[in-house]
């Protein structure tokens, strides 16, 4: 049964060949080489930026530059957010991940609510539709630069930042002009082209960015086939600076699951198998912003940007017994206006509007019997449609931050944002939790259960108050407290469970308290913050498969984010953490997992740190080494099961054969380390996604 469109509108667009591409694109940049020089005016206003800036006095923040992507050269989202400190990308197969932002790896239907992915300060998503893999939906590899905030920001944000912010920013049009592209090429059949171009042209800046890939997969019947488009146009309109972008992606895979059995990931005999060859997940994603900036007055600015969204994605469930098939997809629009200014004596002011409208759908079908010899499974998960359901969503909010110069040392900023979100759900199948031919399953009722047409509301408050103090080395201290939030997603109210009519949730919440230092002494440049949170109202998947609802978690910890130049041409960036979380509840659901007050939560290793070594000599060759240690965690909420940790070693390194041609290696695990890109006990089994074994990666890139 196959419902996937599989030809997008758009999909013309990225399946263009890219010699075609690079040759239109080189026309263009001839054209505008001949016409003269152009000065186009500028404002030193980026509204994304400034709601950055806001949240920098008194919260953390870690970035990667565009430099250190181009060097990592990244085939997953894994490979770059895990060199900085509270983050771990748990690498799935192909481009599938889990994310964890000062939490454990979150699972689960909404789960990804918890991680607010940005485009350019724009949600991906929208509230209420998250894409637990949503980071492939984003061109990463050719960004400008990435941001990460820890810990709540809802106080800015909104709802999905509860555990962290991801801001990918897209490299910026280049007045110089120029174009650059880069073929990469590696085991298992693996070939990607990335092109940039830059181009001045009827008082105009404009940008492509174009990624396809092609990975034959280093296990059984996998791989994918990628391509990722960014289109930037900036142009000056009066007083107006005029910022438009569309970005499309593309992704087709053939997925490997799951190994089975204690320590599978070490077993030469299993690592490669696969035992789900005919896992697939089929996506595409495409938006559409225009952001209007001017300034306003003497000293403030003003930001109009409307944006749209659509994306579809169909897999297989692989990872569940029954292995449906779910096809999902949103269409959204919304309009995002910031505003900001200075007053009296050095203070402060911006706030922000968001309005959104969504309209979403996801249908769920079973297409065999379950291949078991539990009675109990096969007769509680029946073949046919469990879930077939549409729901349109509402977004308003209000955001408003000051930020006072108390002395000239010391600064108190306090932010609130006010949000309510509204859904109205549409069940376009059977009410209730019957089989597809409306008889009940035994064992007290099937396992899908589908409530009746039905609106839900939820109002939210985030808040944030902090200080911050300059000490006479210029090094910062500051002292944080904050409040965030996320309303329930829609799979988690309506793709019910058996003995669930209607889904009594509340909006997750989350309470921080975070002491941080930062500064620089000589050739060190550091970062260090120690953190507590309380979450309530937890939302989560146990090992049995089970929905647990109300829930409570305890967060704590510190973070370390250090840079050292120890001379010209070298230097060492360290990310290190240490932090614990653990139940704060007891739960002894009927047939799920029995969880208890204290117990650490599964998924959630005590440390990670990664160390990188980088050598350059500039406008020849630069080498870097990467070390990356991942702790020991517990594999199950009951804590009965864990996986040891493991250490890795990459190396990455560029030679420049002329001013306009270089060369680059890339070896993926140097040691061959035997490891599990993430571990877990479920369904009476030990399940791990193997990491992959060394693998060499040569690249040819030129710019002209």
Not at 164 to 183: E, M
Request: net charge negative; hydrophobic share 35%.
């Amino acid at each position: 049964m196959q419902f996937y469109d599989q030809h997008p509108p758009w999909r013309r667009v990225l399946v263009l060949p890219a010699a075609c591409l690079i040759s239109l694109f080189s026309v263009a940049a001839g054209l505008a080489a001949q016409a003269e020089p152009l000065q186009l005016p500028t404002i030193a206003v980026n509204a994304d930026q400034q709601r950055s800036d806001v949240w920098q006095p008194v919260g953390n923040s870690s970035r990667l530059t565009e430099q250190e992507i181009s060097h990592t050269s990244a085939v997953h989202a894994a490979e770059l957010l895990n060199q900085l400190p509270g983050v771990w990308i748990s690498r799935g197969n192909g481009q599938e991940s889990l994310t964890a932002i000062r939490s454990p790896v979150l699972t689960g239907p909404g789960a990804c609510g918890a991680f607010l992915v940005l485009e350019n300060g724009i949600p991906i998503r929208p509230a209420g539709f998250c894409n637990v893999n949503n980071l492939f939906e984003i061109d990463y590899e050719q960004a400008g630069e990435i941001e990460v905030i820890r810990g709540p920001a809802s106080a800015l944000y909104g709802g999905n930042a509860l555990h962290g912010v991801i801001n990918v920013r897209n490299a910026q049009p280049d007045p110089a002009g120029g174009q650059l592209a880069r073929l990469e090429a590696g085991e298992h059949d693996f070939g990607r082209l990335l092109y940039s171009n830059n181009i001045v042209a009827d008082e105009s800046l404009w940008r492509v960015d174009y990624l396809g890939a092609h990975d034959g997969g280093w296990r059984d019947d996998s791989g994918y086939d990628q391509q990722k488009l960014v289109l930037q146009h900036h142009r000056q309109i009066g007083s107006w600076q005029a910022n438009g972008q569309l970005t499309g992606t593309w992704l087709e895979q053939e997925t490997a699951g799951y190994i089975f059995g204690e320590d599978a990931y070490k077993k030469a005999g299993l690592r490669r198998d696969n035992f789900n060859p005919e896992a697939y997940r089929n996506a595409w994603a495409t938006r559409a912003s225009l952001a209007m900036t001017k300034p306003w007055g003497d000293s403030g600015w003003l930001s109009l940007t409307p944006y749209i969204r659509s994306s579809k994605m169909e897999f297989l469930q692989h990872y569940l017994p029954e292995k449906s098939r779910e096809h999902n997809g949103q269409k959204s629009v919304g309009l995002l206006t910031t505003f900001g200014d200075e007053f009296g004596n050095g203070h402060l002011w911006n706030g922000t509007l968001q309005a959104e409208y969504a309209d979403g759908f996801l249908k769920e079908v079973q297409p065999y019997p379950v291949d078991s010899n539990s009675a109990f499974l096969v007769e509680t998960r029946p073949p046919g449609i469990h879930y077939d359901y549409q729901v349109d969503s509402i977004l308003l909010a209000g955001h408003a931050n000051i930020d006072w110069q108390l002395t000239p040392r010391l600064r108190l900023v306090n932010s609130l944002r006010l949000e309510t979100l509204r859904y109205d759900y549409d069940n376009q199948y059977l009410d209730g939790n019957s089989k597809p031919d409306g008889t009940p399953c035994g064992f007290g009722g099937c396992r899908f259960s589908r409530p009746a047409d039905r609106d839900d509301t939820f109002n939210n408050i985030g808040g944030r108050l902090g200080l911050n103090y300059t000490d006479s080395r210029q090094a910062q201290w500051y002292l944080t407290g904050g409040y965030g939030f996320r309303p329930p997603q829609a799979t988690e109210l309506y793709r019910l469970q058996s003995g669930q009519t209607v889904a009594d949730l509340d909006s997750e919440t989350i309470s921080s308290v975070e002491l941080g230092h930062r500064g620089y002494t000589g050739p060190i440049n550091y970062q260090l913050t120690l953190f507590a949170m309380s979450k309530h109202n937890v939302i989560l998947r146990d090992a049995t498969g089970a929905n647990i609802s109300n829930g409570k978690t305890r967060h704590h910890g510190v973070e370390l984010d250090l840079s050292w130049q120890i001379s010209s041409r070298q230097s060492l960036q360290l990310s290190a953490t240490q932090a614990l979380h653990r139940y704060a509840f007891d739960s002894n659901l009927r047939g799920g997992e029995k969880i208890h007050d204290g117990d650490e939560v599964d998924t959630a290793p005590r440390h990670m740190a990664s160390l990188i070594w980088r050598y350059e000599d500039p406008g020849d060759y630069w080498l870097e080494l990467q070390g990356q240690y991942m702790g020991s965690y517990s594999m199950d909420a009951a804590n009965r099961h864990r996986y040891a940790g493991h250490q890795t070693l990459d190396l990455r390194s560029g030679y420049a054969l002329t001013d306009k041609i270089g060369v680059r290696i890339s070896v993926i695990n140097v040691t061959n380390e035997d490891y599990a890109e993430r571990a877990d006990f479920a369904f009476g089994n030990y399940r791990y996604f193997p990491g992959e074994s060394r693998q060499v990666r040569l690249a040819l890139q030129t710019s002209w």
